[in-house]
């Protein structure tokens, strides 16, 4: 695990768009075919709705059930994974996307 602490965004894409190939074989062996975008856009709403409730969950605003800190790890881990999917799938430079955003919102703040 603390070889992931070490790496950098670009690296985190690569690991990211890695195993979603990975996935994608197990959609194929299961399903005949690969999850189309919309379905990954989907998946990732979802686990959207997740943090939500784990969020809830932490704050004391929802019964907890389970591990809600590291479901919640997990969930918000996941959710940084599809959004790098998606940008991929959709042929969107995520690092760059995030780099102009953070540098105009930054520049509208200051």
Known sequence: ????????????VESSIK??????????????KEWTVEEDALAFLTDAGL??????????????????????????????WWLIVLADRMNIDI???????LSKTEKQLD
């Open 1 to 12: 695990m603390n070889k992931m602490k070490d790496m950098n965004f670009s690296e985190v």
């Open 19 to 32: 195993i979603r190939k990975l996935y994608h074989k197990l959609e194929k062996q299961y399903h005949g």
């Open 51 to 80: 943090v939500g409730r784990l969020t809830m969950s932490q704050q004391e605003r929802w019964p907890k059930g389970g591990d809600t800190i590291s479901e919640l790890e997990h969930k918000l881990a996941e959710c940084i």
């Open 95 to 101: 690092s760059e996307a995030l780099q102009i955003f």
